[in-house]
């Protein structure tokens, strides 16, 4: 569900960029190296990637790609690199966003967690059902706004790089041959039934296993923890304004809260389509019927071809100039009301448009600028509030007797949290300042408190621990059904892979492909047409088959591939098709233009992220990422 939630908060951005950075990139070098001994895995311009972090985005990874877990040792080595290069390009962009000043509101945050239906009920913001959801998925309301703070940042430089791309014309008809290519390919399908019968584990196999394997099934060292934390998004929730105090602040600011000029219009739009004279030839057209007293907005519903505004007549709604485009803002902005424009030319096409109303510069009313005032007003109380209950929480430790005794001495809760490890924990997060105060020599023998750990600008807390336990491993008994599984999926896999490779020899040998697929128990169908933007192929097949070199006349393109359920697909292609452009329809093309000009921005957002990782200062803590415990 909370995957759900991000997705909608985030706008439905169409690509998760950071994590593909961290995963499909290969280790990147030309860092500096430290040893083991220090909680970092590595640090960018001096700021920590703690080991609990990196471990914990590991573990994610393994997660949510059960397969990883049966890589080989080479292979978990470079996938370990990969996530930690993740880690560190999120590092460089968060630094490069600290250093310029670039900060998402509290206003802001609030705005779009009170807008998210997920947290709402009957379409209003439900305070309970905010920390009930966050609560089933692990999050206390300052983590889950925090992680959202920072993908907000993130995501707005990447967009704001990917929205400066251009795709040229010629890069355009490449893509639009390549978008319309078929290709004639034979398949054939593995599956792990297929060599069920064939795999066989031991006890003798699971114990050689689990010997062999010494720190794969550990429990990992943990904690349990007590603690006390002041949070401003608590403090916050107390807070209130008078209506006084809001109307005196609003007269003694008026000069702020201005607005600029701004004009109500009507379009109608002519999109450019496949002929461009033709737009223009009907926008002159229909500019002439509007001149002739012809209704304006009859005329936009039944020929303007912008859906989001030709049901509403043609209206654009109440706009600044900023607020509109080019010349068409232009335009606009030189009519007087009631006077009628166009055709004039945009990006998209021809527009005529009309202006109804202007709305001259002056002083915003009170009641348009309330939910402002008060949430700038609550901020500042809140701000206040906070600082001096982070004051008293410091000036009370340094007499406290016990975690309870400094929770009294406050007035706050004491707090808990069991099973905390080095990775982090369900409620306290993993955030390095944590860990590292947690596990505090001092601090876990139980023998004083933390010291008071300003963990970011909103959260300050003390720790103390009631028990340590260290690191063991898990019993045989206890691991034995894993290891089983996963003896299991890694013979199912070499058993197909074994099979996928012999019948690509005998296709080489120049067996006929049903013959070779039936000698290794698998069924080829006919020959299919393939095409790139199929929806019903599989993704993985897909994607092998059209980076395959073209066959050449003679002989035909043949490999394998894992495919989407779990087995081998033995391909080969045929016969490739070029695509032809002019078939596709222009709802298509258009939407492959926007496409592609959002790969070419992608392509710009990763070469951004490089430069900035290769001016930083990155040293990573070798040693200690080759002898932490995995999962």
Do not use: C
């Not at 920072?150 to 490449?174: E, H």
């Not at 701004?262 to 739009?269: E, G, K, N, V, Y």
């Not at 067996?511 to 993985?540: C, H, K, N, W, Y």
């Amino acid at each position: 569900m909370l995957q759900h939630i991000r997705e909608k908060f985030m706008g439905g951005i169409a690509i998760a960029i950071l994590g593909l950075i961290g995963v499909t990139f290969v280790f990147v070098g030309g860092a500096n190296f430290a040893f083991i001994g220090s909680n970092y895995a590595a640090k960018v311009d001096g700021v920590d990637i703690g080991l609990g972090q990196f471990e914990q985005a590991y573990r994610d990874e393994i997660q949510a790609n059960p397969t990883y877990a049966q890589l080989p040792d080479d292979l978990r080595t470079q996938l370990r690199r990969n996530v930690l290069e993740g880690l560190i390009q999120q590092r460089v962009i968060d630094n490069y966003l600290n250093e310029a000043g670039y900060q998402i509101s509290d206003e802001h945050i609030a705005q779009l967690i009170q807008q998210t239906p997920d947290f709402q009920t009957d379409g209003v913001f439900d305070l309970e059902l905010y920390r009930t959801v966050l609560a089933q998925n692990g999050y206390e309301p300052t983590d889950f706004e925090w992680a959202q703070r920072v993908t907000l940042r993130r995501n707005q430089l990447q967009r704001a790089v990917q929205g400066s791309a251009v795709a040229t014309p010629s890069d355009y008809r490449r893509y639009l041959n390549l978008f319309g290519e078929q290709r004639v390919v034979a398949l054939a399908n593995l599956n792990p039934d297929l060599v069920a019968d064939a795999v066989s584990v031991t006890d003798e196999m699971i114990t050689a296993y689990y010997d062999d394997n010494p720190t794969l099934y550990q429990l990992p060292e943990s904690a349990d923890v007590k603690y006390v934390e002041v949070l401003r998004s608590e403090v916050a929730q107390g807070v209130s304004v008078s209506e006084e105090d809001l109307l005196a602040h609003y007269e003694d600011n008026k000069d702020i809260y201005k607005q600029d000029e701004q004009r109500q219009a009507r379009h109608i739009l002519v999109l450019f389509g496949d002929d461009e004279d033709a737009a223009l030839e009907k926008a002159d057209g229909l500019a002439a019927r509007v001149r002739a007293g012809e209704p304006f907005e009859d005329l936009a519903r039944t020929n303007s071809e912008d859906p989001g505004t030709s049901g509403q007549g043609g209206d654009l709604g109440t706009r600044t100039r900023s607020q509109l485009p080019g010349e068409l803002g232009e335009t606009i902005f030189s009519l007087a009301a009631g006077e009628i424009a166009g055709p004039v030319r945009s990006d998209f096409g021809y527009h005529i448009v009309r202006l109804d109303q202007v709305l001259e510069q002056g002083p915003l009313p009170f009641e348009q600028v309330r939910a402002e005032l008060t949430s700038q007003l609550q901020d500042e109380k809140a701000d206040a509030l906070f600082l001096d209950l982070q004051s008293r929480l410091s000036y009370e430790h340094f007499d406290a007797t016990s975690i309870e005794d400094l929770a009294e001495k406050v007035g706050l809760e004491v707090k808990t949290e069991t099973g905390y490890t080095r990775a982090g924990g369900e409620t306290l997060g993993a955030e390095t300042a944590i860990v590292e105060a947690v596990f505090d020599e001092m601090t876990l023998s139980g023998e004083q408190i933390s010291q008071v750990i300003e963990i970011d600008a909103s959260r300050t807390a003390v720790f103390a621990v009631t028990q340590h336990n260290p690191a063991i491993r898990e019993p045989l008994a206890d691991v034995r059904e894993r290891i089983d599984s996963a003896l299991r999926s890694q013979q199912s896999e070499e058993l197909m892979a074994a099979r996928a490779d012999q019948m690509l020899a005998a296709l080489a040998a120049g067996t006929d492909f049903s013959e070779a697929a039936e000698a290794i128990g698998a069924t080829a169908g006919d020959p299919v047409l393939m095409s790139r933007a199929g929806e019903d192929a599989d993704q993985f097949v897909s994607v092998a088959v059209f980076t395959a070199v073209k066959p050449s006349e003679e002989n035909p393109t043949t490999g394998t591939t894992r495919n989407g359920e779990g087995g081998y697909t033995v391909y080969s292609v045929e016969a490739v098709l070029p695509g032809r452009p002019e078939l596709i329809p222009v709802e298509q093309r258009d939407a492959g233009k926007v496409q592609l000009t959002d790969q070419t921005g992608l392509g710009d957002f990763i070469a951004f992220v490089q430069a900035l990782r290769e001016d930083a200062e990155i040293i990573i803590n070798e040693d200690a990422i080759a002898s932490t415990e995995f999962l």
